[in-house]
């Protein structure tokens, strides 16, 4: 199978780190719009999100947003131009694979419905969680999987299995011709070009953090320095 060729720096022409920002502003916003702020400035998304102002400035210029002197942006227009770019407004499906911990934590998350995904289906090899429901969203078989798919056809497969198990679901994915894969296993996805692959690994983030958390205080095992 053909690997993906990721552009790590860019997608259609915009940097992937101000893309990632985005949903970060978006969060921050709504707080601000709930708090009656009508305009807010760059330096103060600065001050509370520790991002540069310039850097914030050049962000909303790619969607075409521009704030007023001594006023800033106006909060909703900001929030209604974020969510336009990322799509919430498109309602996107998914059929999620893996019914673990994590993955029936994603089922549960309903911020989802507000960001434009809807799970619409669940999958496992485990014979006791078939019929289940999680959030009124049914669990089947994963040898069901592409008899749902050609019934019910969906954007997005989210992956929650054991990294072993990772690439042959996500070829039954890719056999289904589905579009995008978002992978939460240890272990990274290879695709076609043409499928859209997010790979999101929470070991490598907890991985980090133990690691900077050693560097700063160093730890004692058995008479030696870890």
Known sequence: MKKTKENKNRVSGLPVPTIRRFPLYLSFLKVEKNKETK???????????????????KDFSYI????????????????????AFLGYYVLRKAFLVG?????????KYIEFSNEGLEIIAGFDIDSEKMGMEINDIKIFNINKFKKHFDKTPV?????????????KIANSMIDCN?????????????????IIVENTSIDSGLAMIKWKLKIDKPLIYKNRIL
Request: proline content about 5%; aromatic content about 6%.
């Open 155 to 167: 954007d997005i497969g989210i992956i929650t299995v054991p990294a072993d198990q990772a690439q």
């Open 39 to 57: 305009y807010i400035s760059a330096p103060e998304i600065a001050r509370e999100l520790h991002i540069d102002s310039t850097q914030i400035t």
């Open 64 to 83: 075409n947003i521009k704030g007023k002197t001594k006023i800033g942006y106006e909060t909703t227009t900001l929030i209604d131009a974020i969510e």
């Open 99 to 107: 019914i673990g911990n994590l993955g029936i934590a994603l089922m």
């Open 178 to 194: 589905i579009k995008a894969i978002w992978n939460f296993s240890a272990r990274p996805i290879s695709a076609p070009d043409n």
